[in-house]
């Protein structure tokens, strides 16, 4: 069993925003985990409903402990943004932030490991 969130970038700012089952919340913590594909895809597609208000909303892995996105990419994404440590969501710092800095192990990276591989 996969666990899921749903993220998007919220159209008025650009902050990357996860829904709690109720509202689009900025913390990756907040956000609603699911363990079902089929409330996870009925909720992408009310998502999907609402252009006026996100930018492309999607489905993302989550850790099988549910503290970490799986993906490198939406682990910068719950943290960002990524030019500075002070600023953004890692500067406010706490056991959920400091769970996303430290999650290892289950990022995928198979597109940067065929750039890597991939000789001239």
Do not use: C
Not at 22 to 40: C, G, I, K, N, T
Not at 48 to 77: C, M, N, Q, W
Request: charged share 20%; no cysteine; hydrophobic share 45%.
């Amino acid at each position: 069993m996969t666990l899921q969130a749903l993220t998007a970038n919220r159209l008025l700012d650009g902050d990357v925003v996860f829904w709690s089952g109720e509202r689009w919340v900025e913390q990756f913590s907040d956000a609603h985990l699911y363990d079902d594909p089929e409330p996870a895809e009925a909720a992408l597609a009310t998502a999907k409903g609402l252009p006026t208000v996100l930018v492309d909303p999607y489905l993302i892995a989550v850790t099988d402990d549910g503290a970490a996105p799986v993906s490198f990419r939406e682990r910068i994404r719950a943290l960002g943004p990524s030019d500075h440590l002070e600023l953004g969501k890692q500067a406010e710092g706490g056991a959920a932030i400091a769970a996303i800095q430290h999650a290892h192990g289950s990022a995928l990276s198979t597109g940067r490991l065929s750039l890597i591989r991939r000789k001239p």
